[in-house]
């Protein structure tokens, strides 16, 4: 069940199909038939947007969702003045992403840096560590350092 590469010449040419098909849903699944990387750059997909990502952060994704709920909406100088004076470890790594999730839309897709805004902004569980704290009478408690993966997408207002 391998998937066909398509040459530049037949994505362009089957561009409006290709492109129903990725909007089309799924009937079981629900989600959008899946592109190559080559497929969406010739296609021109996420052209108009600027994505950061970070993995392995070694911060807990439910103290970042804290601050990615006061971010999200806002333009980019709001955003970063919040980030700035929030009292939270996770403001200074938002920071951070939010810098490079703007850089990519300005440097790499051309975007007007004063139409942009946090689109979308969320933290899933990424994998946990666990270690092990010596107690009394030899005992041994666990201890789970929580990881988070971070995602910032910045868009042009319309």
Do not use: W
């Not at 100088?77 to 992403?97: N, Q």
Request: proline residues 3%; positive net charge.
């Amino acid at each position: 069940m391998e998937k066909k590469v398509l040459s530049k010449e037949e994505l362009l040419k089957n561009k409006d199909q290709i492109l129903a098909e990725q909007n089309a849903k799924h009937r079981k699944s629900n989600k959008p038939a899946l592109l190559t990387k080559k497929e969406r750059k010739v296609l021109g997909i996420g052209k108009d947007e600027g994505r950061a990502i970070l993995k392995y952060a070694r911060i807990s994704s439910r103290k970042v969702k804290i601050v990615l709920d006061l971010i999200k909406d806002k333009g980019l100088d709001e955003a970063y003045a919040i980030l700035k004076f929030t009292p939270k470890a996770s403001a200074e790594v938002l920071y951070k992403i939010l810098k490079s999730a703007e850089a990519n839309a300005v440097n790499n897709n051309n975007l007007n840096y004063g139409d942009l805004y946090v689109a979308e902004a969320y933290a899933t569980q990424g994998p946990t560590l666990k270690r092990i704290q010596p107690r009394a009478q030899g005992r041994a408690f666990k201890i789970l350092k929580r990881t988070s993966h971070i995602t910032l997408v910045v868009k042009e207002r319309q």
